[in-house]
């Protein structure tokens, strides 16, 4: 299977044959979070579509090495140059705490939340700030072949010369440096710095009242968000390596601006192969919070958002996502969710009864064996071309049809094989846990999904309410289980919850 995976090239624009560059291994970088504030549901479609293509490479055999940075300093809010402030050093002087409290606590939220969506860490998770020495390293790398620039304590990308020099920039966002003149922020405090409105800072002199800095040759300040991600994709993976993979919004700036850097640095682009994932919309637009079209993973497990008519559990929404391929827009809506629930359930209740039978032997490999066989080597050849999850999950709800036939005496077991049957049950068992990442979960009779893992970050969050004293959101979540009939008891070793 390994030689028939194809894989759509962002870069290149195009399906492409994969081929690792080492026989067996496969070095894979995802650009992760940004910890200032909670995790967005989009970028939880992107972290689930990545846990997909991590899982499934894995059952091909590979092995594969998976870095998924922490981005702890340096991005700028707006994703502007030098005239804003990083993002985390705002809520932390917002909120009078240090930076580091605050990237601990949104980043115990996002391992919480991955941990819900059943999402595998990654075998790396490095952090900005603790990559400084390099990223030093790289911007004086830069410099000396040219490429890069010093101004009043900043050091900014050189585009121009980049483009001449390799004639690459914007290839993966398809932007041109004279698109890019005319996008320019002229009203940029800094802008007269650079000689081209497009260059990028790669270190940025902090101002007296930024709270992350660190000394360099050119000024004490901190690294640009770019950076980082090409010096720990190298430093983990190597100068060249497979898959770099995010979201569709990181193409420009932040992958084009990596792609610079790295050929600045190492005279080469990062990795063969380019891998975005696509937008998630709500009730078919773009989400926004000015508008009132958001919504939150924990609004989803609740119900409690203007959207929803029900709650739904944190399989469904991991189902509903995979009904998409992670290239194509998603559009969650109330009545998708529905559907997603339904089929979620018929998946899981197909596998329970796939894994209660028997052969009673004597079956020969008739009409009905060959459909099952085609099927199984279906959804395989849907995993193949480009990670295809929502065809791969259509033959396997082509098998469940069967699966219910062959138990309610429809079809007949004398038209399979008992070798047949036993690789439907193991195919269809690795599909679900093994590739798709699903779990099981049980259900109330209301339908509602209740799961341990989600209930206790609840209790928690609660519990933090309470220590910081901030009674109007434990009063909330209070209220909010209440009336989903959930019952919180106190006790010297914690909350417990149980059905009323």
């Not at 059952?59 to 140059?81: P, Q, S, W």
């Not at 050119?218 to 993979?245: A, N, Q, R």
Request: glycine share 8%; hydrophobic share 35%; net charge negative.
């Amino acid at each position: 299977m390994k030689n028939e995976l194809q894989v759509f090239n962002s870069y290149t624009g195009k399906k492409e044959v994969f081929k690792p560059i080492n026989e067996g291994q496969i070095g894979m970088y995802v650009c992760g979070p940004t910890v200032y504030s909670d995790v967005h549901l989009g970028n939880c479609r992107t972290f689930v579509s990545f846990d997909v293509l991590f899982r499934y490479l894995q059952y091909l055999g590979y092995k594969v090495r998976y870095v998924r940075n922490i981005t702890d300093v340096g991005h700028l809010e707006g994703d502007a140059d030098t005239d804003a402030e990083d993002k985390i050093s705002k809520k932390a002087r917002i909120e009078q705490l240090e930076p580091m409290q605050i990237v601990q606590h949104y980043m115990n939220g996002f391992h919480d939340m991955m941990k819900i969506f059943n999402v595998l860490p990654p075998q790396i998770e490095p952090r900005a700030t603790g990559h400084i020495v390099e990223q030093i390293e790289m911007v004086q790398d830069i410099i000396d072949n040219g490429l890069a620039y010093e101004a009043n304590g900043s050091v900014y990308f050189d585009t121009l010369k980049f483009a001449e020099k390799h004639g690459v920039y914007g290839k993966l966002s398809g932007r041109k440096i004279e698109d890019l003149m005319a996008e320019s922020r002229d009203n940029l405090k800094n802008q007269d710095e650079k000689r081209h409105p497009s260059d990028f800072a790669i270190w940025i002199k902090a101002a007296p009242e930024h709270l992350m800095r660190w000394k360099s040759p050119w000024s004490v300040g901190f690294p640009g968000w770019h950076l980082e991600c090409s010096v720990m994709s190298t430093k983990y993976l190597g100068e060249k390596f497979d898959i770099h993979g995010g979201g569709n919004d990181l193409k420009f700036p932040h992958h084009e601006n990596e792609i610079a850097q790295n050929y600045g640095a190492c005279g080469h682009a990062p990795c063969n192969y380019w891998l975005h994932t696509n937008m998630l919309l709500l009730n078919g637009k773009k989400m926004s919070k000015s508008d009132g079209n958001s919504i939150m993973p924990g609004e989803l497990f609740t119900g409690q958002s203007p959207h929803l008519t029900k709650a739904y559990s944190p399989m469904v929404v991991r189902f509903f996502m995979l009904q998409s391929h992670y290239s194509s827009t998603l559009d969650l809506t109330d009545e998708a969710l529905q559907a997603g629930e339904k089929g979620y359930r018929r998946l899981m209740e197909g596998q329970k009864a796939l894994q209660s039978m028997s052969h009673p032997g004597g079956g020969t490999a008739g009409t009905l064996d060959k459909e099952i066989n085609a099927a199984i080597d279906q959804a395989f050849a849907d995993m193949n071309d480009d990670f295809n999850t929502p065809k791969a999950l259509a033959s396997l709800f082509e098998l469940v049809t069967k699966i219910n036939s062959l138990k309610g005496g429809q079809l007949s077991f004398s038209d399979l094989t008992s070798e047949t049957l036993e690789r439907l049950k193991k195919t269809f068992n690795d599909f679900i846990f093994s590739i798709l990442g699903l779990q099981e979960e049980s259900f109330d009779s209301s339908g509602d999904g209740v799961v341990d893992g989600l209930m206790q970050l609840i209790l928690d969050m609660r519990q933090q309410a309470r220590t910081n004293k901030d009674w109007g959101t434990s009063d909330k979540i209070r209220d909010v289980l209440k009336e989903l009939d959930i019952v919180v008891k106190d006790g010297k070793e914690g909350a417990t919850w149980s059905k009323g």
